[in-house]
């Protein structure tokens, strides 16, 4: 007898369909996990469980939760069950919570909804299930005071709080370190099994989905392509997009051999202080070592990638090397000299260097065309193309990304995600760097469109020497781009060496963390067996 | 919070040093020499050197700046040299039609503009929201003396149910809260109109965020996550006007003053600066300085009240 059965939901908002015959089944204590790329309908999927559909939504068929139709249930018995027969965690802790509440109110709150109790007795409730999910600090905090991890770890007891026999996770781990996100799945499973619960498991992480999910569904333009259990899923693929999605990402690019000569880009012994909030009214400002003695080269056309996790000094150390920033101790130097000189950027230096962010569509101007936008860079130029140069410099740059010349008279809002990184890398590539740093750059991609991105990368270095610093908190995106890796820690480079040789022998215990933690998708033919 | 309320207070004494030296510097540049000015053109040059000694003009800058603080400081504003009374004894009077009017003002106009705005903001789009939206341009739009004669014609003039103008004194509180009740709408029309609009904005922020899905997750209904999670978070923009509308209630009632023949701080002030009254205008602007220094600090405290992110910031 299966806990939630979905039979046929199709749903339209404003004449559009977005969901499309849907049908799905969880029995109780099943991981079912809806995978697929951004825009395939897995989250309006859980949110029409939740009969949370956005206004405006029509919706068919039926949803069958515990004996009950969902789409049949008026609003008020609705609220009824919402966080008590089904709870939902979201994927971006640091705002699912109200910041003005204590997390202690905020679990209680969900008890007090469903049941006549009095406040101190939801209040110590509370308590026993923020124990339960592993958080160490006590419930009279605020959100703002804990991590990520320990945010969503609130999110969780609020969502089991009565004990739900459903419950939806929608992307719960997207926005969290490895280490972390790890720690949370294994938390979820445990609730599962424990609480002898269903539930829904959103996910883009096909690693993730492999490594805990019992049922597979995966998701394309509204409609379920193939659903299976997961060990047969994987041994046994039917449709040709589940093919293509488990391709790509375990997609490896093919990386041309590294030609290094001479050192191009020279850290050394950096040290980056911030101030930070006074102890005493007088007494020095006390300050926070975001980078504490870092020191590492980058040769000329050379690939090395950089990991760590969030607040390590990844993002601190790409605006040093920038020269964004004056650093308090060490040196940057790029082709032997300061990047950083008497507190002003030198523009001949910054010709050398570009970067690619992660949010393609935050780094562009909307109002200009791309025209416009990818010549950016020609201010660092004494002497930029004009007139007809410019044109080919431009149609230039397009080409070398894939993108057809057409492209420079259009807006950004018309291209996709994958475009707009491209444009971004046709921005960098305009002034014919030495060096591009990647902050994060496929992060934000889907699957797909991050193998396709990722080979064109590659093929860049190929043409002629680029040199890479690729930054990225996603270790199996490094390991297939990068000739040599640095692993970061609390502001200092714990271990730096051959990317295959790091990741195939970590000798440092973070290291080792890190890729343990690190969910892997199983060598997919012959894996499925050991499952 | 201790810290956080310190350091408020720390930047409010600044403040207010700083509001003083430029208030005394302001006055003392103004064109026109305050006695020759209230002994009129014929005065012979020796009159007004020895009303200038009198009145201490004679001395040095610092000294002068120096007694007006310290003298404020012991509540010795000065002695008006138009009116001959002490100037703390005119404030005083003044200060006890002002600030009631400018209190009952805001009273009126967030007792107006908080249902108005949640009640938009709940029911976005639907015709109550796009009646009150329109009703909140038009209060923006009416100037607050044009609607003030509009009230005297109708409520005094024509029904009789206010006098027209005039201030009873609190001798009798009714009779003197009545007398306030036609200015302070006046008043507090423009006001509630705007606060409405930052209410319903601020909520309908509020209502998109992250939050409020969590909240409707856990079970609660649209209303319940609007009362309990967005409300709050909502006041901050909200709390921020308000202080400024209630410096602008005290200080900005010229006008209305004027229309309803009220003997308040606004009246004051331009009769001062017409007569060259320095030690009255120095004395009134410093005090609503003061005022509106003191209404921040408030604020800030509130903030912090509202918004437990804001206590670990000093």
Redesign the interface.
């Given at each position: 007898m299966s806990l939630l059965s979905i039979k046929g939901l199709s749903v339209q908002i404003g004449g559009t369909p977005v969901l499309q015959g849907i049908d799905l089944e969880i029995a109780p204590g099943q991981i079912t996990a809806i995978t697929g790329e951004s825009g395939s309908g897995k989250s309006m999927t859980a949110l029409a469980v939740m009969g949370l559909l956005p206004q405006g939504a029509a919706a068919r068929g039926q949803i069958m939760l515990d004996g009950t139709d969902i789409l049949q249930t008026p609003e008020a018995a609705l609220c009824g069950m919402r966080g008590n027969t089904m709870g939902m965690v979201f994927q971006e802790p640091m705002t699912a919570l109200n910041p003005v509440q204590t997390i202690g109110a905020q679990v209680a709150e969900t008890i007090l909804m469903h049941e006549k109790v009095a406040k101190t007795e939801a209040r110590a409730r509370a308590s026993a299930m923020l124990e339960r999910v592993g958080l160490q600090v006590g419930p009279h905090r605020y959100p703002h005071e804990l991590s990520g991890g320990q945010r969503q770890r609130v999110v969780i007891a609020m969502a089991i709080a009565m004990r739900p026999k459903l419950l939806i996770a929608d992307e719960p781990t997207t926005a969290l370190d490895v280490t972390t996100q790890a720690r949370i799945l294994e938390l979820l499973q445990g609730l599962v099994d424990e609480f002898g619960m269903g539930m829904l498991l959103i996910t883009h992480d096909l690693a993730v989905v492999a490594d805990v999910a019992d049922q597979i569904a995966v998701m394309q333009h509204g409609r379920i392509v193939e659903t299976s259990a997961t060990a047969d899923l994987l041994r046994n693929m039917r449709h040709p997009y589940t093919k293509a999605l488990f391709a790509a990402s375990t997609h490896a690019v093919q990386l041309p051999e590294a030609q290094v000569d001479e050192p191009l880009l020279q850290v050394q012994n950096v040290v980056r202080d911030y101030p930070v909030k006074r102890v005493s009214l007088f007494g020095p400002r006390p300050v926070f070592r975001a980078l504490d003695d870092v020191s590492f080269t980058v040769g000329r056309g050379e690939r090395i990638g950089l990991v760590g996790e969030s607040g390590c000094g990844k993002s601190t150390l790409t605006r040093a090397i920038l020269g964004l920033e004056p650093v308090q101790g060490g040196s940057i130097t790029l082709d032997g000299a300061p990047v950083l000189q008497g507190g002003k950027p030198d523009l001949a230096l910054r010709r050398k260097m570009q970067v690619v962010f992660q949010d393609p569509y935050g780094s562009f101007n909307p109002r200009h065309r791309v025209d416009r936008l990818i010549t950016e860079p020609f201010f660092l130029l004494d002497n930029p193309p004009k007139g007809a140069a410019r044109d080919q410099a431009i149609v230039k740059a397009l080409t070398d990304v894939g993108l057809p010349a057409e492209a420079a008279g259009k807006y950004i809002h018309e291209f996709s995600g994958g475009q707009r990184q491209r444009l971004a890398i046709a921005r960098a590539l305009i002034v014919e760097p030495d060096l591009i740093i990647f902050d994060e750059a496929v992060s934000a991609l889907d699957v797909s469109v991050r193998a396709q991105v990722l080979d064109l990368i590659a093929d860049l270095c190929r043409k002629r020497p680029l040199a890479y610093l690729f930054i990225s908190h996603d270790l199996s995106v490094v390991r297939s781009i990068t000739d040599r890796v640095m692993v970061m820690q609390a502001g200092k480079i714990v271990e730096q060496g051959e990317t295959e040789a790091v990741f195939a022998d970590p000798q440092h215990p973070y290291t080792q963390s890190l890729i343990a933690a690190a969910p892997k998708l199983p060598e997919l033919a012959h894996a499925a067996d050991a499952l | 919070m201790i810290r956080y309320a310190l350091g408020r207070f720390a930047s409010l004494v600044i403040s207010l040093i700083v509001a003083s030296i430029v208030i005394f510097a302001v006055v003392e540049v103004i064109p026109g020499d305050p006695a020759a000015f209230m002994l009129g053109v014929n005065a012979r040059p020796d009159t007004i050197a020895a009303l200038r000694a009198e009145m201490g003009l004679d001395q040095p800058l610092i000294a002068r700046y120096l007694s007006w603080v310290g003298g404020m400081m012991q509540g010795d504003f000065g002695m008006s040299w138009t009116y001959k009374t002490p100037v703390a004894d005119l404030i005083g009077d003044r200060v006890w039609v002002s600030l009631p009017l400018a209190i009952y003002a805001l009273i009126l106009s967030t007792i107006v503009a908080f249902p108005a705005g949640i009640y938009a903001a709940s029911r976005r789009g639907s015709a109550g929201d796009t009646a009150i939206m329109g009703a909140t341009q038009l209060g923006v739009a009416i100037p607050n003396f044009w609607f003030a004669m509009i009230l005297v014609l109708i409520f005094a003039i024509n029904l009789r149910w206010f006098s027209a103008g005039g201030f009873p004194g609190w001798g009798n509180p009714l009779a003197a809260i009545k007398a306030l009740t036609l200015p302070a709408v006046a008043l507090a029309l423009p006001q509630a109109a705007i606060l409405a609009r930052v209410m319903r904005s601020s909520l309908l922020d509020m209502l998109g965020?992250?939050?409020i899905?969590?909240?409707?997750?856990?079970?609660?209904?649209r209303r319940q996550a609007l009362w309990?999670?967005a409300l709050?978070?909502a006041l901050i923009p909200v709390l921020t006007i308000i202080g400024l509308q209630f410096s602008f209630l005290l200080a900005g009632g010229i006008i209305i003053e004027q229309v309803f023949f009220l003997p308040g701080l606004g009246r004051l002030i331009f009769q001062s600066i017409s007569a060259r009254d320095l030690i009255v205008v120095e004395s009134v602007v410093m005090l609503l300085v003061f005022t509106v220094i003191m209404v921040n600090f408030i604020v800030d405290l509130t903030y912090a009240a509202?918004?437990?992110?804001l206590r670990v910031r000093?």
């Open positions: - | 965020e992250d939050f899905r969590t909240a409707r997750a856990k079970g609660l209904t309990r999670h709050r978070n509202v918004d437990p992110r000093a």
